[in-house]
């Protein structure tokens, strides 16, 4: 068989969790392929709201394979606080959780760096969350990375202690910032202990082989297209590549086998942290979107900045990721709304393009807009696509058309049976 992949399209929060969690039931396994606890998958299951920070999203279907690639950094003590949810939700993943030996850890002093480094940035801050996770890759490409099969080795302790060294002479290069360094290691060494009863598997393998013995794969992203280390608003990105070329090099997959790319993108634009957003209303508009669409980060808890949706940026990202078929998300939140704007195209150095500039940052972007007719009526309760107010439906097909790419769902609240087939 084939893998399908969910990615989200623009900066992130785009609901590819709840998106996941839905479609999880038509595979066999679920596969978190790259990122760290600084993305935020959010679902809610009968009336319960559950956040995932590392652990794949199909976790809640019994029957699901859940696999962390070797693509993820991890950080134990997030991975105890998640496994303590579920713990509590009583759902069993013990024979159904598994984790690539391959995999890169999160210790105390890649947080310590990261915040000190952040620190040191002073107005020209990236909006790093301060989960390590930078500092975590760097130490991958550095070729001096703890990984989760170090974990299992009878020297982990003398491993983890020379990285630990190089980590503080590193942070004598910036100035001082308080960080409770001991009491975070005994943290970090008390949620090793937990952690270690894992079910831990060379990923690479498991993966290749149950394709082999016609499993279905649904790999599943984490952060968003335009947060990519190569292609996104560089530097105000991740670390890790977001885009489905991630999905290969995160799972240990051929290119040969990934099938359908999903993309996952709001009716609307956010982003959270520092970083270019050209469509960005810095007015009672986007305070209005703040407000309806909840938006604020599920990881830390800051408002997102809003705008409107932006197909130029969208045309990009389905581009880079070979999109097959688009989901749009949060329809809901336009209810209100008497006017809906979409932009169409950019206005920069004298061009009117539909294309990104190369220096999306410093280039000043004036986004070229059309404006649709808000449909003033609530779509709860809704089932069907085509009981949507025609005016929703209207937005929908054009946004489709300037896509130039299939819509196949809208989603019209967090909530698994609010997802609606498109005709």
Known sequence: MAVDVILGLQWGDEGKGKIVDFLAEKYDLVCRFQGGPNAGH???????????????????????????????????????KELQSLDAADVDYHSRLLVSKKAHLIIPTHRYLDAASE????????????????????????RNGLRIGDMLASDFESRYKAIKTKHLGLVNLY???????????????????????????NSEYFINNALNDGKKILA????????????????????????TA????????????????????KAYCTRVGSGPFPTELND?????????????????????????????????????NGVTQVIITKLDVLDTFDHIDVCTAYGYDNLITD????????????????????????????????????????????????LKTKISMVSTGPEREKLLAVN
């Open 42 to 80: 959010t679902l809610k299951i009968d009336g319960r709201k559950y956040v995932l920070h590392t652990i794949p999203s199909g976790i809640f279907r019994p029957e699901i394979t859940n696999v962390i690639g070797n693509g993820v950094v991890l950080d134990p003590f997030t991975m105890v």
């Open 284 to 320: 009672e508009t986007g305070e209005k979107l703040r407000v309806a669409g909840s938006e604020f980060g599920s990881t830390t808890g800051r408002p997102r900045r809003c705008g409107w949706i932006d197909i130029p940026q969208l045309l990009y990202t389905i581009m880079l």
């Open 220 to 243: 599943e992203g984490a952060q968003g297209s335009m947060l990519d280390i190569d292609f996104g608003t560089y530097p105000y990105v991740t670390s890790s590549n977001t885009i």
């Open 175 to 201: 100035p001082h910032i308080d960080f409770d360094l001991e009491g975070e290691e005994e943290r970090f060494f008390t949620s090793i202990e937990r952690i270690r009863n894992l079910r831990y598997i």
């Open 119 to 142: 620190s040191a940035k002073g107005h020209s801050k990236i909006g790093s969350t301060l989960k390590g996770i930078g500092p975590a890759y760097m130490d991958k490409t550095g």
């Open 355 to 402: 294309e990104l500039p190369f220096d999306i940052v410093n280039i000043p972007i004036e986004p070229q807009y059309e404006n649709h007719a808000g449909w003033n009526q609530s779509l709860e309760g809704i089932v069907n696509f085509e009981n949507l107010p025609e005016k929703a439906q209207l937005y929908i097909h054009h946004l489709q058309k300037l």
């Open 246 to 265: 991630g999905v290969c090099s995160g799972l240990g997959v051929a290119p040969s086998k990934i099938r359908e790319v999903i993309g996952i993108a």
